[in-house]
């Protein structure tokens, strides 16, 4: 079965500093992912998702995650944290039908001064 | 500008009392999703819709009922409220024309308390 692991719930950034936030999916074919931010309050909103091709993908907000096969990963990148990009980070996966979404535990990202 | 919406944003309720947790989408979209997020769960899929008349169980739908009667909207109805049922129930949607999978669009969630 399908499964996605955020191995960090919670992370502390300093502002400016860069940041990498990491996701481990489990899926026998080609996955389809996604990472999505949640601010406090909020509904989830899309950042990036990769289907195929390059396995860097950009997304909003200065956003980059990158598809590496061989360790069934899916990172999320932002080389300087904004205050504004603290937040509740969700990576996804696509069910093996390809219409609904498994998600992680989710990422509570801190920022300090 | 097309929207997900949901009603009530806040409910409070008792125990063994019906309550509907509606979700209206202006996408047009095919799919719909209900989800319930919890800490330490993160979200988990209640129920989805891929059409009008059709539904579809997931992750954690005991105790919990759909129905499509239209592309719009997806109402969630829990049947005998339970105190385990108090969370943030988030409803979103997706195009679903691809074939692929499709970004799914959220509302802004339901806080529901159980007491």
């Known amino acids: 079965a399908q499964s996605v692991t955020q191995p960090d719930i919670h992370i502390t950034v300093s502002e400016g500093a860069s940041l990498e936030l990491r996701c481990n999916y489990s899926y026998g074919a080609t996955p389809y992912l996604f990472w999505y931010v949640q601010s406090p309050g909020q509904g989830l909103q899309l950042l990036l998702k990769y289907f195929s091709g390059d396995t860097l993908v950009q997304g909003i907000k200065g956003f980059e995650a990158e598809f590496k096969r061989s360790q069934s990963s899916f990172n999320l990148r932002k080389p300087s944290v904004h205050w504004s990009d603290a937040a509740e980070y969700f990576c996804?996966?696509?069910?093996?039908?390809?219409?609904?979404?498994?998600f992680g535990k989710g990422t509570t990202l801190s920022v300090s001064s | 500008d097309a929207e997900i919406t949901q009603s009530p944003r806040h409910k409070i309720t008792e125990t063994g009392r019906q309550v509907t947790l509606a979700c209206h989408q202006t996408w047009n979209h095919n799919n719909m999703f209900w989800y319930r997020q919890d800490l330490g769960h993160g979200l988990r899929l209640i129920h989805y819709?891929?059409?009008?008349?059709?539904?579809n169980k997931g992750e954690v739908s005991d105790g919990y009922s759909v129905s499509r009667s239209n592309t719009e909207d997806l109402p969630l109805t829990l049947e005998s409220a339970a105190s385990s049922q108090t969370s943030v129930y988030f409803c979103a949607s997706s195009d679903g024309t691809s074939g692929f999978p499709d970004t799914q669009y959220f509302g802004p969630g339901t806080r529901l308390t159980v007491l």
């Open positions: 819709s891929y059409g009008v008349q059709d539904t």
């Open positions: 996804a996966v696509a069910n093996q039908a390809g219409t609904a979404l498994i």
